[in-house]
Every structure is written in C-alpha cells, then in structure tokens.
C-alpha cells in the first residue's frame, strides 16, 4: 500500500464516520419523518454498519501507519482519534442497552 494512502485513509474513514453520526443526529433531532419513505430501512442499515465498522477500519490502518512510519505526529494524532472514536461508540452503545 502507498504510503500517502496509508495516511489519508484513516482520516477519511474518520470523516465518513463523522458525517454519517452528525445525519443521523439531525434526523433524529428534525421534525422530519423518514419511515414513510420507500426503500429507507436498507439505507439506515446500511449507514448503521458503516458507522459501526469506520471506527475499526480507521484505527487498524491507523495503526499500520504508525507502524510503517511512528515518529510521525500525524499518525499518533489519526491512531488517538481512531481509538477515540472506537471507546466512544462502544460507550454508546452500551449505555444505550
């Protein structure tokens, strides 16, 4: 693999995981109701396993990166966001059971 793509790749895992957290928030705070819409429940499952699996795919290429090259700054600051990101979900989502 590149090594630039090494280290674009995480970041963009980051702000797909992002822009699909900060969607779902705004739908679920708007007044608008997406259940009567066709076809919607396979999009939000879908958006739902990308939200889950960007965090894991961000911090394994992040950590790869790191190992290619780990006096890098970038890398720390992409792998700590990565895992960041990661603990956080995970927090969610077991507060929310």
Do not use: H, Y
């Not at 958006?47 to 965090?55: K, Q, T």
């Amino acid at each position: 693999m590149a090594e630039l793509s090494l280290q674009t790749a995480p970041i963009a895992c980051l702000a797909i995981w992002l822009a699909i957290w900060m969607l779902l928030l705004i739908l679920r705070l708007s007044p608008l109701d997406i259940r009567n819409i066709r076809g919607i429940g396979m999009i939000m499952l879908a958006a739902l396993v990308v939200v889950l699996a960007a965090p894991i795919a961000a911090a394994g290429l992040a950590g790869a990166a790191l190992i290619r090259k780990p006096r890098a700054l970038l890398q720390w600051l992409t792998f700590g966001f990565a895992v960041m990101a990661l603990f956080g979900q995970a927090l969610i989502v077991l507060v929310t059971q």
